[in-house]
């Protein structure tokens, strides 16, 4: 393993190395990935993190599959986890068992303790259709925090021409709001590199994609979308709202409906 990324001429722990980067060796490091393939920018994290120290979340998107099928190829051992909101399609349910087994890893689940049963008793029918910021923080943000207490980075399938919000995501930052190194190996992608990837690869994919889904979530919160249409303006339609939280530094607050 190499530290000398960072520290020349010290030894010095890989968490006091990750704990204690400092914004210039951050931006250094972006300057170095910024034009780099995803894969290059997974050998190195493979190299630098201890195994198990850093794992990928997936939400089973475009982006999602395309750097499972480039994770898995670099290093098994990276593991990869998803936040099960109880009421994801059952065509994501199902490419996780399709992945599962063509790659032949488990995808760990981290989900809330709360039931949608216990959800209703606790703020009423629907609460994705009154208050999805507040669905979205006890069925997405709660458990991510929950899943990231037990590593000290995390990779994530983000692109910058995503949306607004992630217009300005690094290939390395530091993650204020989960306190640990984020990877997005994919910011600098295009949806053309993705969908290109997952061609030559054969890398399965939600077949919602193929029925004018662009950014798939929730059931209750994913629609298709028309021609014209931003990538996300499927999500949480008729709602000012086009995160989930889990890329956002701050917390969600209620966002109203579009007409309001
Ligand atoms: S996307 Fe919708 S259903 Fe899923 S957690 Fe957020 S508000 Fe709830």
Avoid at 67 to 93: A, N, Q
Avoid at 115 to 143: S, Y
Wanted: proline share 5%; net charge neutral.
């Amino acid at each position: 393993m190499c530290f000398c990324v960072f520290a020349v001429g010290r030894s010095v722990s890989w968490m006091e190395l990750v704990m204690n980067l400092s914004p210039e060796e951050i931006r250094s490091l972006n300057d170095r990935f910024e034009t780099e393939h995803p894969g290059r920018i997974l050998e190195w994290v493979s190299e630098m993190f201890p195994v198990g120290s850093i794992a990928m979340a997936t939400g089973f998107g475009a982006e999602g599959v395309a750097l499972i099928d480039m994770t898995v190829s670099i290093d098994k051992g990276i593991p990869v986890f998803y936040l099960d909101t109880d009421v994801l399609f059952p065509e994501t349910y199902k490419l996780r068992g399709e992945l599962e087994k063509k790659y032949g890893i488990r995808i760990i689940r981290y989900a809330t303790n709360i039931t949608l049963a216990q959800q209703v008793e606790l703020h009423g029918e629907k609460l994705w259709e009154r208050n999805p910021d507040l669905c979205c923080n006890i069925r997405k943000v709660e458990p991510l925090r929950e899943a990231l207490r037990n590593y000290s980075g995390w990779i994530t399938a983000i692109r910058r021409e995503q949306s607004p919000f992630r217009a300005n995501a690094g290939v390395v930052e530091w993650d204020k709001k989960f306190d640990l190194l984020k990877i997005n190996p994919l910011a600098a992608w295009t949806k053309k590199d993705v969908w290109k990837y997952i061609a030559e690869h054969d890398v399965p994919y939600n077949p919602l994609y193929d029925k004018r889904y662009t950014s798939i979530g929730c059931v209750h919160c994913t629609t298709p979308v028309g021609a014209g249409e931003d990538e996300r303006a499927g999500r949480w339609r008729g709602f000012r709202k086009n995160e989930c939280g889990l890329h956002l530094a701050e917390p969600l607050t209620a966002q109203g409906r579009d007409n309001q």
